[in-house]
């Protein structure tokens, strides 16, 4: 919606790799958001940026979890040391009074 | 700590047959109230923005209201295209410049033709 991609649209990994998941808001939000979803579940917040800097990270669920988006633009939100409970969709939303949501990343960590 | 609860959890109409759904929320001052429609194996799809008690908003076949502790989505004359996952989310007031979206489980919505 609005202009979100995100790459890739489907990671498998193995327990204990490090994964990057891309987000571009393409039409240039500021407000930058990710969310994790489980299935049958609404999204949860995970950390926000406005610009490139991290104004919340409180959802991120422990310290493995990392995200950046050092030119205000596209974000990257790192898994390290994955584990299986961190399978889920995760998806970046854009926008500031209204969020657009790209069509996520669906990780699956074997 | 924000909370919303939708209900029913999953819904079956027939197609002409209007109904409801419900979204009960407990928050810290209201920012905005979101409704979004989620179809299988895509993003959430921006419905409506509410913003105060007893506004109302419509598009094509809905319409949410809001009221207090609660916002209802009506749909009219439902299609089989209006199978989806109906989300309610919430902003509070509270968060300075976030404006992070607190969501419901969601409602599946299934409309037979």
């Known amino acids: 919606g609005a202009g979100v991609s995100q790459s890739p649209r489907y990671k498998v990994t193995k327990r204990g790799q490090d994964v990057a998941l891309r987000c571009d808001p393409i039409?240039?939000?500021?407000?930058l958001y990710w969310y994790r979803q489980a299935l049958g579940q609404g999204p949860e917040f995970l950390t926000y940026f406005n610009y490139e800097a991290q104004q919340d990270k409180s959802g991120l669920p422990n310290d493995r979890f990392s995200a950046e988006r050092p030119e205000g633009s596209i974000s990257t939100l790192t898994i390290q040391r994955t584990e299986q409970r961190d399978s889920a969709m995760y998806r970046c939303?854009?926008?500031?009074?209204?969020?657009?949501f790209g069509p996520g990343t669906r990780l699956t960590v074997l | 700590e924000d909370q919303v609860t939708q209900s029913p959890e999953a819904l079956r109409l027939q197609e002409g047959e209007s109904s409801s759904l419900n979204c009960s929320y407990t928050?810290?001052?209201?920012?905005?109230l979101f409704w979004y429609r989620q179809d299988p194996g895509k993003g959430p799809e921006f419905l409506f923005t509410l913003y105060s008690a007893g506004e109302e908003k419509e598009k094509e076949r809905l319409k949410a209201t809001l009221t207090k502790k609660e916002s209802f989505l009506h749909i009219t004359a439902p299609k089989p295209e209006d199978s989806a996952t109906y989300l309610c989310?919430?902003?509070?007031?509270?968060?300075?410049?976030?404006?992070?979206?607190?969501f419901g489980k969601g409602t599946l919505l299934t409309v037979n033709p």
């Open positions: 939303a854009a926008g500031t009074d209204t969020q657009y």
């Open positions: 039409s240039g939000h500021v407000s």
């Open positions: 989310a919430v902003q509070a007031l509270s968060g300075g410049s976030n404006y992070k979206l607190t």
């Open positions: 928050v810290s001052g209201l920012r905005g």
